[in-house]
């Protein structure tokens, strides 16, 4: 089911989330499928639990297909990631713009981790363990960020590097209302 997105200015997306403790449930399964649709009808490329009210710390990124929003970006495989850990491989940051389905309509230059480790579960309680670089591991990065209860804005080093997708981008296909 197509769930309401949550905009930034909505105090839970502040929050941090809570490990799930029990897998293979309806409830969790019930949760990665309306995670799912909401995600594909915006065309994102991942949302987190709490974008759409829950805060639980669940996080869905990739298509395994080009995304509309971000033409140029790399093909990310398709997850669904519970309870997820990073860990950074490195210092090395890389800036790229970012937008958010919860920051409609805009985007902004946000520094990240270059190389990352990151693991977790799938909704089935199996481990997944990963290494990502690029545009990958950016994805994971904003994406667990909601579930620390931060926002890419949050993120931005040069204020002067955030705003409206349309004049940032106006070569962007309109149609996308983030
Ligand atoms: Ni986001």
Redesign the pocket.
């Known amino acids: 089911m197509i769930r309401p997105i949550l905009r930034m200015g909505t105090p839970s997306l502040l929050q941090p989330s809570a490990a799930v403790t029990q897998f293979d449930t309806p409830e969790l399964h019930a949760l990665v499928a309306d995670l799912e649709d909401t995600m594909a009808a915006a065309n994102g490329a991942?949302i987190?639990a709490p974008?759409i009210g829950v805060n639980l710390q669940v996080v869905i990124f990739g298509t395994g297909a080009p995304n509309p929003r971000y033409p140029e970006a790399p093909v990310v495989p398709k997850t669904v990631l519970v309870n997820p850990v990073i860990t950074p491989l490195g210092a090395d940051e890389e800036d790229g713009w970012e937008g958010?389905?919860?920051v409609p309509g805009m985007r902004g230059l946000v520094p990240r981790l270059a190389r990352i480790r990151y693991a977790g579960r799938d909704p089935r309680g199996n481990a997944i363990e990963r290494e990502a670089d690029g545009f990958h591991a950016r994805v994971v990065q904003?994406?667990c960020d909601?579930l620390w209860g931060i926002?890419?804005p949050m993120r931005i080093r040069d204020m002067a590097k955030f705003g409206f997708t349309a004049v940032l981008f106006p070569e962007l296909d309109d149609n996308q209302d983030d």
């Open positions: 991942g987190a974008q958010c389905l919860s904003h994406e909601h926002l890419y």
